[in-house]
């Protein structure tokens, strides 16, 4: 098995922030379960620093935290899940505003 190179990793990562986005910007991907998986993404993608894509969605996703974004979601009970409904619908909202001109732009700039 060979070895990927350092290049060939951080384009690996753009790649798939780059999926991430177009399917999100399609409409495919809830705007917090996008945030949720790009902001680590694009953390590791090496990327300008103060990059305003990669802030703009590092904002949302600090806000995730203990919130039943992704997998973890599965494990939530339907009360709690409904209980947290008000605040996840306006984590959107925000998000939406935030984050989805970001989105676009990562899907611009690294979808294929």
Not at 18 to 45: K, S
């Amino acid at each position: 098995m060979e070895k990927m190179s350092h290049a060939e990793y951080i384009e690996q990562l753009q790649h798939e922030a780059g999926r991430v986005a177009v399917a999100t910007v399609a409409g495919n991907l809830d705007i917090l379960e996008a945030c949720w998986v790009l902001g680590p993404l694009l953390a590791q993608a090496e990327l300008a620093p103060g990059d305003p894509d990669a802030h703009a969605i590092g904002q949302v996703c600090s806000e995730l935290d203990g919130l039943p974004v992704g997998e973890a979601r599965a494990l939530w009970s339907s009360q709690a899940l409904e209980r947290l409904a008000p605040e996840l619908e306006s984590l959107k909202r925000w998000a939406l505003q935030l984050a989805m001109p970001a989105i676009q732009s990562v899907a611009a700039r690294f979808g294929v």
